[in-house]
């Protein structure tokens, strides 16, 4: 007697893409909307059908359009489970090159908004379409509460492989936990795709005619040529039993005989027809299996909760727990490829302008955030409309998460949709922030009228989407000192290099006190190797409180404290009257340093050689900087197939100029499409121990090409072993194989990746998130930008052509270990503190406020304001303080993230302290919460945790309340 076949799961599902052949709202109004009304009263007219609906986003514009008796039914078929919502995330967000801020976030956003105006919370994961999967998710959907998760694009050879073993559902263990904490139980689709050719079993030729929207006549068809056809009485036997035949061949994959089968793709059901075919013609088939008891199949129609739950009960189990005897897998599936060597590791740097400025955007929000938290629970009056403006961010945000948006794989005009929301979310997050300053500054002398006209300019704007931000010039003059306020939105103290652009090179700084401090003044050089005479970069080194607000003062006159740069070029050097310049004479080796740090360049072309800490160790490293460019005709946005070996574009001659200062050096290389910056801050913080490289790229004159940064370093890490990050939230160890093609061993760097040996470690601090390879010992491969004017046959249609000027920031980091490391190959490993703390001055820097206008409010305008009573511990970060609109109290987000770490590093110069995990969060700050309730990470579930104490690597969210 065979055994019975539960087929517990038919999932209807539509997969609604947020941008990418159309824009969000376009996909909206011409689909979207459809699809949810079609499911609704389809759902409504039997109560044996079942649907899943995953992005939040679009959930939301419909509900905002519905009557009251509309959304009735529609949250009552979520009550009864006919309607699941899966993930309750804003989008499907990438799992590649988006970092857990991001992922976070807009998380938080879909889950919030679905307690305030559903009342549902998802338990079930469901990510059908990122190119590659990430542990990172696994752990935050762990600790969010969720028991499930379902993951599609694996490559095919390991698609194969745990086929073969059964290991297809699996727990996923974080490679950090030394318990079972972080486990999340896990499906993986066996097959090619998630449509329904490729979902009820093996043979896509059989299962393409059970997609009830491919009848002849129809807008699609079954390109094997065999059609769908309706369910009837002459044919049903012959129709189930096809069907139950691929249903048993599939569920030979899996150690159970619970069977899911999706039944969905890319917007589906947008048509009434399509949703009652799917379910009249599928229930025939389900009401013959009934009906025939020694086939021994029992199918419905189920949702993600229903078949979890029938797979836990098969296995003996029930809730949360999970299945015994599952495999336990650790670590990522990158890099995808879905056939040959069609690997997925071009999007990890196609269209790398709007992947900096997604950066950028998560710096602003996050710090709007968090201030405007703070002002909140000061009670301070602020003006209206702020939290409209904080919400439409992150929303802006969390739809530039999705899989074809930080990707850089949509077509032109929804990229340009995308940057225009970015931008926009930017420009509001800045005047929250400067409106939030403002309230703190003023406290109590604050009020409507005040609050309405704001006394701060920010620091950087962008005339739209596609420009690189333009600094303030601050006009100054002998009469009136500037007032420039300088935010830390980082819970850690602060002394680093400030960059401002003044109008005059006859400047001096002062702090609160009216004590005059140290500065310099530096030429601005252009490109074409000339110098500004209408703006001057002034430079001081300026000491911030963890969470505050810092007056300087800026007068327009030197003084004793006032130091000026000289300026040497390769060629001839520009004229000037107010800096020293001269010819580079030698084209021999020269180094630059300051009290921290010592860098070497190549005389012939400017370019970094080697560096050395100093304080900590003699030794010197190599970091030989080189550009270099891979041809690549048949590349796409989606896919790298280099053609051949990447080829240097350094001249051996290449014109570069040298900065030189009391508190800054720089070297400015120009070349055919890189304006490359390598700077040393003579800082006793933290930004004085790395080296700060930029690049401007400029690839537009270009065709088929990508343009690669490569640092030769003289770590000899063994075994072709190197290291990057998984969303900026851990570290896997990477491995270069020779059985793979050049593609196959790039990765993706969201915002690190390291080399080490025994005794010393390089580590380079990204901006953005870039692809990157580590093909020869020592070496480092960090791809800047590609332009390839052919499609690569994934469904955008065309290549990546919109190439923009783009920036792209890196912190360049050398050091010595205290003492050996006898296994620098190990699985699991982690950045240094110092590391860390690089990062963060790197994506989440000082931001400043400059005073536009002398007001009467202006007078009472305290000269600081700090939120927290002390700092937090060296390794605790200060992911989000994230304020609670629907509430109806002062209610904020707290998350903190306590950081692993390796501890065989100097901490130098770092002055914060180490607490063993000790937070207490009801007194860190000056205006002290009156409750704190530890909850799941988006604050769905409480947990039942009332200490303080908070493990390595884990992420806490707690709500406080100000009464």
Excluded at 250 to 267: C, E, I, M, S
Excluded at 301 to 321: E, H, N, Q
Excluded at 468 to 492: C, F, G, M, R, W
Excluded at 597 to 607: K, Q
Aim: with cysteine.
């Amino acid at each position: 007697m065979s055994l019975w076949l539960v087929v517990t799961g038919v999932v209807l599902t539509s997969y609604c893409i947020i941008g990418w052949i159309k824009t969000f709202q376009d996909y909206y109004n011409q689909q979207t909307r459809h699809i949810i009304n079609n499911v609704v009263d389809a759902l409504a007219e039997d109560e044996k059908r079942r649907f899943i609906w995953a992005e939040i986003s679009f959930f939301e514009l419909w509900w905002s359009e519905q009557p009251k008796n509309r959304r009735d039914l529609a949250k009552k078929l979520i009550d009864s489970g006919q309607l699941e919502i899966v993930t309750g995330g804003w989008v499907m967000n990438d799992e590649a090159n988006t970092h857990y801020f991001a992922m976070v976030d807009q998380l938080m956003e879909g889950h919030q908004w679905l307690h305030d105006n559903v009342g549902v919370k998802p338990i079930s994961g469901w990510a059908i379409d990122p190119f590659g999967y990430t542990p990172t998710m696994a752990y935050l959907l762990q600790r969010m509460g969720f028991h499930n998760m379902l993951i599609q694009r694996v490559h095919y050879a390991l698609k194969k492989h745990f086929s073969q073993q059964k290991q297809l559902e699996y727990i996923w263990r974080q490679n950090w936990d030394h318990s079972t904490s972080t486990d999340m139980l896990c499906h993986m689709m066996p097959f090619y795709s998630y449509d329904v050719p490729h979902t009820c079993g093996p043979d896509p030729k059989i299962c393409c005619q059970f997609d009830f929207k491919r009848i002849p006549g129809s807008r699609v068809s079954c390109p094997w040529r065999i059609p769908a056809q309706h369910i009837t009485g002459s044919n049903v036997q012959e129709r189930a039993t096809a069907i139950l035949d691929q249903y048993r061949k599939k569920a030979q994959l899996y150690r159970t005989n619970v069977l899911l089968v999706p039944l969905g793709d890319d917007f589906r059901y947008d048509m009434s027809s399509e949703t009652h075919d799917q379910y009249n013609n599928y229930q025939r088939i389900f009401t013959y299996f009934d009906s025939h008891p020694e086939l021994h199949v029992k199918a419905q129609f189920g949702t993600l909760k229903d078949y979890f739950t029938a797979l836990r009960k098969a296995t003996g189990v029930s809730g949360k727990a999970h299945p015994t005897g599952f495999p336990v897998l650790e670590g990522d599936f990158f890099t995808y490829a879905d056939r040959d060597v069609d690997y997925w590791s071009g999007y990890y740097t196609s269209r790398p302008f709007y992947k900096n400025l997604d950066r950028i955007l998560e710096d602003r929000l996050r710090a709007a955030e968090i201030i405007y938290s703070l002002a909140v629970a000061q009670s301070v009056v602020l003006p209206v409309g702020l939290e409209q403006e904080l919400t439409r961010a992150r929303r802006n945000l969390g739809l530039f998460q999705h899989h074809d948006g930080i990707t850089g794989t949509a077509k032109n005009h929804v990229v340009v949709d995308y940057g225009n929301r970015l931008l926009d979310a930017v420009n509001g997050a800045d005047h929250v922030m400067a409106a939030a300053a403002q309230a703190l500054l003023l406290g109590d002398s604050q009020s409507e009228s005040t609050a309405s006209s704001l006394i701060f300019d920010v620091d950087e704007t962008r005339a739209q989407h596609d420009s690189l931000p333009e600094k303030t010039i601050i006009s100054l003059s002998q009469d009136v000192k500037k007032t420039v306020y300088l935010y830390n939105s980082l819970a850690h103290m602060r002394q680093e290099l400030i960059i401002l652009l003044v109008n005059s090179p006859s400047a001096s700084v002062y702090d609160a006190d009216g004590n005059p401090i140290s500065c310099q003044v530096n030429p601005i050089v252009t490109s074409a190797g000339g110098i500004t005479a209408s703006k001057y970069e002034l430079v001081f080194i300026a000491k911030m409180a963890p969470l505050s607000l810092t007056k300087y003062d800026i007068a327009g006159e030197a003084n004793q404290f006032t130091t000026i740069a000289s300026l040497e070029c390769s060629g001839d050097p520009p004229s000037s009257s107010i800096f020293k310049t001269s010819t580079i004479s030698s084209r021999s080796p020269f180094t630059l340093s300051t009290d921290q740090l010592e860098a070497t360049f190549d005389g012939s072309n400017g370019l970094l050689r080697s560096m050395k800490r100093l304080h900590s160790d003699d030794s010197v490293i190599q970091t030989k900087i080189d550009f270099t460019v891979y041809s690549s005709p048949s590349s796409g946005a989606y896919l790298f197939l280099p053609a051949g070996l990447a080829q240097s574009v350094v001249e051996k001659s290449t014109s570069y100029c040298v900065t030189k200062g009391s508190l800054l050096h720089r070297v400015q290389v120009t070349m055919a499409m890189i304006n490359h910056v390598v700077q040393l801050s003579n800082s006793p913080g933290v930004d004085g121990q790395s080296l700060y490289i930029s690049n401007i790229i400029d690839v537009r004159r270009e065709n088929n090409k990508e343009l690669v940064m490569k640092l030769s370093t003289s770590i000899n890490n063994d075994d072709s072993v190197y290291y990057t990050d998984l969303n900026g939230f851990q570290t896997i160890r990477r491995k270069t194989l020779d059985k793979l093609t050049t593609q196959g061993n790039f990765y993706p760097m969201p915002s690190y990746m390291f080399l080490q040996d025994t005794t010393s470690r390089v580590t380079l601090l990204s901006g953005q998130p870039l692809g990157v390879s580590s093909r020869e010992r020592g070496v480092m491969e960090v791809v800047l930008d590609r332009r390839l004017s052919r499609d690569d046959n994934r469904g955008l249609g065309h290549g990546v052509t919109d190439n923009k000027m783009t920036l792209s920031s890196f912190r360049l980091l050398a050091e010595h270990r205290s003492a050996a490391d006898s296994n620098p190959t190990r699985e699991v490993s982690y950045p240094s503190l110092m590391a860390h703390h690089t990062s963060s001055i790197l994506v989440l820097p000082v931001h400043h406020f400059i005073m536009k206008i002398i007001s009467p409010s202006a007078t009472t305008m305290a000269a600081s304001y700090t939120g927290l009573k002390g700092r937090l511990p060296c390794d605790v970060h200060m992911l989000n303080l994230r304020s609670v609109f629907t509430s109806g109290r002062r209610e904020a987000a707290l998350l903190l993230h306590r950081k692993g770490f390796d501890c065989g590093f100097s901490t130098r110069p770092l002055t914060c302290h180490l607490t063993n995990g000790q937070v207490p969060v009801q007194q860190i700050f000056t205006s002290p919460p009156t409750s704190s309730e530890r909850t799941s990470l988006t604050m769905m579930f409480p947990v039942e945790d009332s200490t303080d104490h908070i493990e390595p690597m884990e992420i806490t969210t707690n709500r406080l309340s100000w009464s």
